[in-house]
């Protein structure tokens, strides 16, 4: 599967974006995930949600303030980033894999097959 993410920008602290993560065919077996990497740091987890949107799990660093969800009709994964922080500046890249999602699994890069060229957020003061 192919993936397209889209929907980074410029933004301000404390505003918010709405990544979209655009698939080349249907979504509803796979678990998709978002990840980030910051200039100089290594991809960290950002959030990831099961195959049937019945499980999310999220880093403690975003959790409160970014949601993902999903619209396998739409072949579709969101994450919507609110109340942005200056260190959420990072590109961010949406995965996907076709095992059963397991919190532990789906939290490490290397549990995902498939990876999207990476969208651009840039949060400023």
């Known amino acids: 599967v192919q993936l397209q993410a889209s929907g980074g920008g410029l933004v301000q602290a404390g505003g918010s974006l709405r990544l979209s993560c655009a698939a080349s065919?249907?979504?509803?077996?796979?678990?998709m995930g978002w990840f980030r990497q910051a200039p100089g740091k290594e991809r960290e987890f950002v959030a990831t949600?099961?195959?049937?949107?019945?499980?999310?799990s999220y880093a403690d660093s975003v959790k409160g303030r970014f949601t993902i969800s999903r619209d396998d009709a739409k072949n579709t994964v969101y994450l919507q980033m609110n109340s942005l922080k200056l260190e959420d500046t990072a590109v961010y890249y949406c995965?996907?894999?076709?095992?059963?999602?397991?919190?532990?699994?789906?939290?490490?890069?290397?549990?995902?097959?498939?990876w999207g060229q990476g969208t651009l957020v840039t949060v400023s003061s």
């Open positions: 995965a996907a894999y076709s095992g059963i999602w397991r919190a532990y699994e789906a939290r490490r890069p290397l549990t995902y097959e498939y």
């Open positions: 065919e249907r979504t509803f077996i796979y678990t």
């Open positions: 949600i099961s195959w049937s949107a019945g499980s999310t």
